[in-house]
């Protein structure tokens, strides 16, 4: 399926002077019947595109909320299958959107390389956040990926050095991951002025959007941050709330647009 790339995207608020916003939430939580309309929804609330976390039962990266999130759509057996048929039923109505699969290297080992390429690119797979793959390892799912349009995302740290920095640079595509903080998602508070002197050095390394992710939790951090990156990346912030009304789906999705909607305005203020 022939989908916008990241790069697009990217092109298109460049002309526009607008930051993007991109928001996570887990295939199949607190349902999976209601992950594409939800999908809809937050596009028409203001993000420019959709992170979808892949269930894992072990997904070591993440915090409370985000690992409760991934157990809810795992007692629903949501699969990476699931997943691929749930980006397939969005792009019915959203060719633009990109949709990009965040989680874990085992679904896809399990799937296979070759297959998870090919079902990526047809189902209209954007990208990819692999988080225990490290740049170094993804040689052959590299290749695989990007034969099929789909574009690898890697992460930076606080920690991360110049030289390993400059490698993950090069070995990003569509854009690169701040993750602004060491430790787990929905962790500690940001330090606006350190984040800022990160990007400044990691943006002598690649002409790539450099995006931020980790910590950013309402629309008063999303505008910060915004302000010295390329776009901001929210999470932790919209599981949570999404666990908080996953008995009133309705109720879930109103909540959730008005918090998306916040962001999105303080993002363009």
Same mark, same amino acid.
């Given at each position: 399926?022939?989908?916008?790339?990241?790069?697009?995207?990217?092109?298109?608020l460049a002309r526009q002077d607008k930051k993007a916003l991109l928001v996570y939430i887990?295939?199949?939580?607190?349902?999976?019947?209601?992950?594409?309309?939800l999908m809809h929804r937050l596009v028409a609330a203001g993000a420019d595109a959709i992170e979808l976390g892949l269930p894992f039962s072990d997904p070591?990266?993440?915090?409370?909320?985000?690992?409760?999130?991934h157990e809810r759509a795992l007692a629903h057996k949501t699969s990476l299958r699931d997943c691929l048929q749930m980006t397939a039923s969005f792009r019915q109505d959203?060719?633009?959107?990109?949709v990009i699969l965040m989680g874990y290297l085992n679904p896809?080992?399990?799937?296979?390389? $070759? /297959?998870f390429g090919e079902q990526g690119a047809? #189902?209209? !797979? +954007?990208?990819?956040?692999?988080?225990?793959?490290? %740049?170094?390892?993804?040689?052959?799912?590299?290749?695989?990926l990007e034969a099929h349009g789909i574009d690898n995302i890697c992460l930076l740290a606080p920690t991360t050095g110049d030289e390993r920095a400059k490698y993950i640079c090069r070995a990003s595509r569509g854009f690169v991951y701040y993750v602004s903080l060491t430790g787990t998602t929905g962790a500690a508070t940001l330090d606006i002025d350190a984040v800022a002197a990160q990007l400044a050095r990691f943006r002598t390394l690649s002409d790539?959007?450099?995006?931020?992710?980790?910590?950013?939790?309402?629309?008063?951090?999303?505008?910060?941050?915004?302000? $010295? /990156?390329?776009?901001?990346?929210?999470?932790? #912030?919209? !599981? +949570?709330?999404?666990?908080?009304?996953?008995?009133? %789906?309705a109720l879930l999705i109103d909540r959730v647009v008005d918090f998306v909607s916040r962001l999105r305005n303080a993002i363009d203020r």
């Open positions: 399926m022939k989908t916008h790339s990241l790069s697009q995207t990217f092109s298109t887990v295939a199949g939580d607190p349902t999976p019947s209601l992950t594409v309309p070591e990266a993440e915090g409370p909320v985000i690992q409760l999130a959203d060719p633009v959107t990109p896809i080992e399990t799937l296979g390389y $070759v /297959a047809e #189902a209209g !797979v +954007s990208g990819t956040i692999i988080v225990n793959l490290p %740049p170094e390892e993804a040689g052959d799912l590299g290749q695989i790539l959007p450099m995006l931020v992710g980790f910590g950013i939790k309402d629309a008063t951090s999303a505008r910060a941050v915004s302000q $010295v /990156a390329d776009g901001v990346i929210v999470g932790s #912030a919209i !599981v +949570s709330l999404m666990a908080e009304h996953a008995a009133d %789906p």
